[in-house]
């Protein structure tokens, strides 16, 4: 089974300084992940995954993520935060084939921008 | 190419009544996948077709079942509504699907109140 924790279901940065979100998985067997992100009132998008092609992903928006096996780890960092960045930022684990299109997510992030 | 498109986008049902939910995918798209989002229990996996089959099914209630037609728009329906059915009803569809890398395009969602 597949397991996703977020640490911090609030996340207050300053505009311009760096986002940090941390996420830590679980899984039985090599995983796929992602990072999804929700503004208001709208459906999830996806800001990047990992496939295990490299273990440093980069997404839209001037995100990326380091998957780090050792510590089951598959944090999303910005190294500069923009007010657009306000939203709600969910991590994501796949079994890949065993599970389909299976999507077991976190708690969510949601992050505050101050000016 | 337009989006995944969900009707209705609200939907206000009293106890006890049923409701069936839209959604159309991404064209050329086969998967689709449902997914519930409540404050409390966060975005928790409802069930996924791909071509008119359910393929994966999450931990929920025979109340929720869904179907896929031969268009790939799906519809998912919901029995004897209760009060927790109350959420943001999301709709997702991949082009296959089959190995859980496949990027989920989600649609905005419904938002279903239960009164």
């Known amino acids: 089974a597949q397991s996703v924790t977020q640490l911090g279901s609030h996340v207050s940065v300053s505009e311009g300084a760096l986002v940090l979100l941390r996420c830590n998985y679980s899984s039985s067997v090599p995983p796929y992940l992602f990072w999804y992100v929700q503004y208001p009132n709208q459906g999830l998008q996806l800001l990047l995954k990992y496939t295990s092609a490299a273990t440093l ?4 928006n001037g995100f990326e993520a380091e998957f780090k096996k050792s510590e089951t780890s598959f944090h999303l ?3 500069s935060a923009h007010m657009s960045d306000a939203a709600e930022y969910f991590c994501a684990v796949s079994a890949g084939e065993a599970a389909g299109n299976k999507l077991t997510f976190g708690g969510g992030t949601r992050v505050l921008v101050k000016p | 190419k337009a989006g995944v498109t969900q009707t209705p986008r609200y939907l206000i049902k009293t106890r006890g009544q049923q ?3 839209s959604c ?3 064209s050329g798209h086969r998967s689709v996948s449902w997914y519930q989002q409540t404050p409390g229990q966060g975005l928790q ?3 996924e077709y791909f071509s008119e089959t359910q393929r994966n099914k999450g931990n929920f209630p025979g109340r929720f079942s869904g179907r896929q037609f ?3 728009r799906s519809e998912m329906n919901v029995s004897t509504l209760e009060l927790g059915d109350s959420a943001l009803y ?3 569809s991949s082009p296959v699907g089959r190995d859980g890398l496949d990027t989920q395009y989600f649609g905005p969602g419904t938002r279903l109140t239960v009164l």
């Open chain 2, 19 to 21: 409701v069936t939910l």
């Open chain 1, 77 to 79: 960092t910005k190294p």
């Open chain 2, 90 to 92: 999301l709709c997702a």
């Open chain 1, 57 to 60: 992903v980069k997404g839209i």
């Open chain 2, 24 to 26: 159309s995918p991404i």
């Open chain 2, 70 to 72: 031969s268009n790939s």
């Open chain 2, 45 to 47: 996996f409802l069930f």
